[in-house]
T-cell receptor, first 112, second 113 residues
Framework: ETGVTQSPTHLIKTRGQQVTLRCSSQSGHNTVSWYQQALGQGPQFIFQYYREEENGRGNFPPRFSGLQFPNYSSELNVNALELDDSALYLC???????????FGPGTRLTVL | AQSVTQPDIHITVSEGASLELRCNYSYGATPYLFWYVQSPGQGLQLLLKYFSGDTLVQGIKGFEAEFKRSQSSFNLRKPSVHWSDAAEYFCAVGARRDDKIIFGKGTRLHILP
């Protein structure tokens, strides 16, 4: 149990739609990262937020955007959904003391 | 550029047998190395990590890994596997402790009774 929660658990959307995924932590960790895990692949880094500012981005287009709130919870927004966006989306909070990222259970997004 | 290679997509071992999962990385400086485990429908759980110091690191659930700089490897081992170890295992590398993590494609471990 990592204390990281993600919602919703599963989501089905159609091409062209927009989606918002949410992530929160029981503890007040101020750094959160988002990853996309396609079927049969390892997770790929989307971006990281630190104190409500984007702090690094992977090779993802601008239609992938995020927010971090003052309570350190976070959102991942994806616009103009494509079939290839179907994946498990994971968020992870970094504990500065332990230098460890705690992952949530993920949101399974299916784009039809 | 950083990259991680896990050459074995699937590995099958008998319960009670020893296990070694291979991982090779590509990175210019000293990397931060991780092994994660993912059970079906679950998120990622950290098994162990290497930042510096002793090259043999101990993790949870009886796992250990050895960092070999000369071979750019960070192989995961367990002396005796249990049926509950069946899962997907990911090796990963980072440039700094708080940096993004680059994951390998994973090795799926199957356990024979």
């Amino acid at each position: 149990e990592t204390g990281v929660t993600q919602s919703p658990t599963h989501l089905i959307k159609t091409r062209g739609q927009q989606v918002t995924l949410r992530c929160s932590s029981q503890s007040g960790h101020n750094t959160v990262s988002w990853y996309q895990q396609a079927l049969g692949q390892g997770p790929q880094f989307i971006f990281q937020y630190y104190r409500e500012e984007e702090n690094g981005r992977g090779n993802f287009p601008p239609r992938f955007s995020g927010l971090q709130f003052p309570n350190y919870s976070s959102e991942l927004n994806v616009n103009a959904l494509e079939l290839d966006d179907s994946a498990l989306y994971l968020c992870a909070f970094l504990t500065s003391g332990l230098n460890e990222q705690f992952f949530g259970p993920g949101t399974r997004l299916t784009v039809l | 550029a950083q990259s991680v290679t896990q050459p074995d997509i699937h590995i099958t071992v008998s319960e009670g047998a020893s296990l070694e999962l291979r991982c090779n990385y590509s990175y210019g400086a000293t990397p931060y190395l991780f092994w994660y485990v993912q059970s079906p429908g679950q998120g990622l759980q950290l098994l162990l990590k290497y930042f510096s110091g002793d090259t043999l690191v101990q993790g949870i659930k009886g796992f250990e890994a050895e960092f070999k700089r000369s071979q750019s490897s960070f192989n995961l081992r367990k002396p005796s596997v249990h049926w509950s170890d069946a899962a997907e295992y990911f090796c990963a590398v980072g440039a700094r402790r708080d940096d993004k993590i680059i994951f390998g494609k994973g090795t799926r471990l199957h356990i024979l009774p």
